[in-house]
């Protein structure tokens, strides 16, 4: 592409830059790196053919768009932007049920990433309502309760039944999604004011829609698809605020409703002052306080709506600890600068924001350091009502958000999970990257054709990086050969993979990768727990014992290695052992059926008859369906306590491992 404008000339370096480092490092993750560079080594778990197919189709796609070969079919791409309102509408209708179709039929085939387990089982549970993310998972539990007759078949785990209706629930986010990535793109292309100088929005739509962070919307089982709708929303309404074609009210209403589906929203509020500051520096004061009135009575009463959801739960108060908790630090390594200047955190950091990419923060930050004097220069323009007024603000705002986002992502330290698996903490945030990157971009390059061939190889450049992303998450033997390359580090890899065989019935393979885990780390109190289920399972009671004993030293807060520690101990013969660690539970959880019952029984076998038969009664209350509980209270009140605890010993796997 021959050009002698300096800023043609700026981002087409950029872009060819930003393809050679994204194909380097996808060489590098394929082969000899391919733990190091974990956010791009998705090539190294396909097809062999499939790296040298990608680096060919990307080297052709560039040469083919910056030679202009494209220009023609670039510039006949479409606009609806001058068809009938129900073309349009039809139009919509197709893109989201297609969208929809693809995301499903290529939707993510395990639960290695973020917490899935955790939100399916809880969900067959009956939770509704989580303190970080209120409304995400009330929304949840309503696609759970409309679905779950779509995916229940006789004898099916429920919590299975609750993984498809939550990967159900954020591909239809995504048919969402895809249709106000449409609209942003519009407003994105038309950002300089001058419809001669449009590129084309389609070109703009596909680059949005070609970043890793798509990949929440192909049935992924977590809790951040709706937030990452509702970011795209504010984005989208932001935008036209500032040209005038919404009033301020439209995305304060919206960041709060994103705030209640996820805190982590709370993020971008700067974002919002820039846009209440430009509402003055229009003189219209008069509406810009109107609209943040009707904003904070909408967080009000959005708020009070969760109080009353989640029985007296403080929107505010959750908020002022998320934030204490945030100036603290996130993650055991939080606000070390030790740790997050170090080697170990700029490489989670670079592949994190790599894999939620590549044209996300990669283009963000480079376009905004190219752009910066530009905008200053322009800050000193005396006419506060021109385009390149407007455009300033724009850019202010964009900064304000893009900026905050990634400072945030900066200083998380290393999370519960691990970078690599936690990557969807980061992910909504990308598309407020990727669309400032786009706006810089064309708010630079003054010829639309040129815009267009840019527009084309940085599609080409999302494509190679998101579409291996998709295929290996889509298939469950690729994403489970990628779990045990990933970093987690303190043996959290490994406790993943153990524990999948351990579910799968293979108990010697699990074992050798619990061994790893604690080799790696002797403290990975879920690596004793395993070990001590697997122990229980095949009956050495004493080894058993052990481990769970270990692992509640490790984690004491955990209720259900307490109960499994007490019914190793019942099994070994130590009955008067559990009994301490049974009474604390049914102080911890004292609506919990299982425990009262395990409790009366060890009360009957330390020869407690009355205090066995008021467990068992209260266990009844609670869970009335138990054979082996009423037959024992019949044989009690039978004054029979031997066969009353030969009932219960009968009935002890039941009570034991009952949900």
């Not at 050679?20 to 080594?41: D, E, K, M, N």
């Not at 949005?208 to 929440?216: K, P, T």
């Not at 395993?530 to 955990?558: C, N, V």
């Not at 959880?589 to 009360?603: E, H, Q, S, Y």
Request: with cysteine.
């Amino acid at each position: 592409m021959t050009t002698h404008d300096p800023a043609e000339r700026r981002y087409a370096g950029l872009l060819l830059a930003l393809a050679a480092l994204v194909a380097l490092l996808h060489v590098l993750g394929a082969g000899p790196l391919r733990s190091t560079f974990w956010g791009v080594h998705f090539y190294g778990f396909l097809p062999a053919w499939a790296l040298p197919a990608g680096l060919a189709l990307l080297a052709v796609s560039a040469a083919l768009a910056l030679s202009g070969a494209l220009d023609r079919a670039i510039a006949g791409l479409p606009d609806p932007g001058g068809w009938s309102a129900r073309r349009r509408a039809t139009g919509a209708t197709l893109l989201a049920v297609a969208s929809g179709a693809l995301f499903w039929l290529l939707r993510v085939r395990h639960t290695f990433l973020g917490d899935g387990n955790p939100l399916s089982a809880n969900l067959a549970r009956g939770e509704r309502f989580h303190p970080h993310e209120p409304l995400t998972v009330f929304l949840h539990h309503q696609v759970y309760v409309l679905s779950r007759g779509l995916f229940a078949t006789p004898g099916r785990d429920p919590a299975e039944v609750a993984w498809d209706t939550v990967a159900l629930g954020s591909v239809l986010a995504g048919a969402l999604f895809v249709l106000v990535a449409w609209a942003l793109a519009v407003e994105l292309a038309a950002a300089r004011g001058e419809s001669q100088n449009r590129a084309p929005v389609a070109l703009t739509f596909l680059v949005l829609l070609a970043q890793g962070y798509v990949l929440l919307f192909f049935g992924y089982v977590e809790n951040y698809t709706f937030q990452t709708l509702a970011i795209a929303l504010y984005l989208l309404l932001a935008l036209r605020f500032l040209r005038g074609a919404a009033p301020l009210l439209a995305p304060a209403g919206v960041l709060v409703l994103g705030v209640c589906l996820d805190l982590s929203t709370v993020i971008l509020a700067p974002s919002l002052l820039v846009l209440a500051a430009y509402g003055f520096a229009r003189r219209r004061a008069g509406a810009t306080l109107r609209d943040l009135a009707l904003g904070a009575a909408f967080a009000a009463g959005a708020a009070a709506a969760l109080s009353a959801l989640g029985d007296g739960y403080s929107l505010l108060g959750t908020l002022r600890d998320v934030l204490h908790l945030a100036a603290r630090g996130h993650g055991a390594q939080a606000f070390d600068t030790g740790y997050l200047f170090s080697r170990v955190h700029l490489r989670d950091f670079a592949n994190e924001q790599a894999l939620i990419g590549p044209l996300a923060a990669l283009l963000f930050v480079p376009a905004a350091l190219a752009a910066a004097p530009a905008l200053v220069r322009s800050a000193a323009s005396p006419a506060p009502r021109t385009a390149a007024s407007a455009a300033r603000w724009t850019a202010g705002f964009l900064a304000a958000a893009g900026l905050a986002a990634l400072g945030a992502a900066w200083i998380t330290g290393d999370l519960n999970l691990g970078y690599p698996r936690d990557w969807d903490l980061f992910a909504p945030f990308a598309i407020v990257y990727t669309a400032a990157g786009l706006w810089l971009l064309l708010a630079a390059v003054e010829r639309a054709a040129v815009a267009g061939r840019l527009l084309a190889l940085a599609l080409a450049i999302s494509l190679f990086h998101t579409v291996p992303w998709v295929a290996v998450n889509a298939s469950f033997p690729r994403s489970f050969e990628r779990l045990k390359a990933l970093p987690l580090g303190l043996g959290r890899a490994e406790v993943e993979v153990g524990h999948w065989y351990m579910t799968h019935g293979d108990a010697a393979e699990a074992k050798r990768w619990m061994a790893r885990a604690l080799a790696a780390n002797p403290g990975n109190n879920a690596a004793h727990y395993s070990l001590g289920l697997i122990a229980l399972d095949e009956r050495r009671y004493d080894d058993a014992a052990q481990s769970l004993w270990t692992a509640l030293r490790l984690r004491p807060d955990k209720d259900e290695y307490r109960f499994r520690l007490a019914d190793a101990l019942v099994r070994s013969g130590r009955p008067q052992w559990a009994r301490p660690e049974l009474d604390t539970l049914t102080a911890r959880t004292p609506d919990d059926a299982r425990v009262w019952g395990a409790l009366g029984f060890v009360r009957l076998m330390l020869g407690d008859g009355a205090g066995a038969r008021a467990a068992l009664e209260h266990a009844g209350t609670l869970a009335p369906d138990e054979p082996a509980r009423a037959e024992a209270l019949a044989r009690l009140a039978a004054g029979d306590t031997l066969a009353a605890a030969r009932a219960l010993r009968d009935g002890w796997d039941r009570i034991a491992r009952a949900p």
